[in-house]
């Protein structure tokens, strides 16, 4: 269908409608309120760049930051290679690879507040007991220091996006050309070598949507913030999405918070944009 078409621009308006509502104008209206002393409910006067002076001497939010990079970092690497194992795993010849795929899959249904109340409720309750009944005192603190905090938060996002991720890589391994496979083994090629210069070639393309999909998540993760540490002990584990909602809805300063926003999504698309970028190019390489 031509793009002129009005029929292309009838069944296109509402969804541009809904995005222009949604996505667009409340971004424009926060990119202006980060420049005032908005208040939630008045605009307040204009105080320019004030509030973006102010977060870059913030230290609880550079500290949020900083554990946010650190936490996503560590959590891409290991969500995408157990994802990647999975994939591997379930596209094997093994009789209960359906079973299998549904299992490892649920955990990303469930809700992120629930997730983390489970963990908490794990990490609390039943890591003391077991490490009450073995003698390990370690295993008695969790959540109860900044490391163990933020282990659990790695152990938790990658139990729940590892199943997701494996979907991604089930569908670029089950379209591999089983004729390139079958010639490696005849070749006398090992699993390792088959991994190393036939599929991972070939699953480049999924590691560029996985890693998109798993940066943006971890970088703007909040529910499973707030149920499993709730910032502590002493914010130590909070991370931006959290530090940000509390500035705006604990402090009360809306327009210092919506300009914290403002600089966290320009750091999280830099970060996006350059990782496809990357990846496309090593793609080509590969």
């Known amino acids: 269908m031509r793009t002129k078409d009005f029929a292309y621009w009838l069944f296109l308006a509402p969804v541009l409608i809904a995005l222009t509502l949604v996505v667009i104008v409340p971004m424009l209206l926060g990119v202006y309120y980060s420049f005032t002393s908005w208040n939630g409910i008045t605009t307040g006067e ?21 554990f946010t990079t650190k936490f996503a970092i560590v959590s891409v690497i290991l969500i995408n290679f157990i994802g990647l194992s999975l994939a591997l795993i379930v596209t094997s010849r093994i009789k209960t690879s359906s079973l299998l795929r549904t299992t490892f899959f649920m955990p990303n249904l469930i809700g992120g507040l629930i997730l ?27 959540l109860s220091t900044t490391e163990t905090g933020f282990w659990g938060l790695v152990i938790l996002m990658s139990w729940q996006m590892a199943g997701y ?20 083994e005849i070749d006398g090629a090992n699993s390792f070598q088959r991994f190393r210069y036939i599929v991972f070639p070939l699953v ?11 940066l943006s998540n971890t970088f703007k993760l909040y529910d499973q913030n707030l149920s499993l540490t709730g910032g502590g002990p002493y914010n130590s584990t909070e991370m931006v ?10 402090q009360n300063t809306f327009a210092y ?26 793609e080509v390489e590969l």
Not at 165 to 184: C, D, F, N, R
Not at 204 to 214: D, E, G, N, Q
Not at 241 to 250: C, D, L, Q, R
Not at 259 to 282: D, E, G, S, T
């Open 241 to 250: 999405a959290m530090e940000i909602f509390n500035t705006a809805f604990v």
């Open 116 to 142: 983390g109340f489970i963990w908490q409720f794990i990490f609390i309750k039943v890591f003391a007991s077991v490490g009450e009944m073995i003698g390990m005192d370690s295993l008695q603190v969790w």
């Open 46 to 66: 204009f105080v320019g760049f004030q509030n973006y002076i102010n977060l870059l001497q913030d230290e609880r939010f550079l500290d949020s930051l900083w």
């Open 165 to 184: 991720i494996m979907v991604i890589y089930i569908a670029y391994l089950q379209g591999l050309p089983k004729e390139l496979i079958e010639a490696s």
């Open 204 to 214: 480049a393309p999924a590691f560029t949507v996985s890693m998109f999909l798993t």
């Open 257 to 282: 918070a919506q300009a914290k926003a403002i600089i966290f999504f320009v750091i999280v698309a830099i970060v996006a944009l350059f990782q496809v970028y990357w990846n496309k190019r090593r």
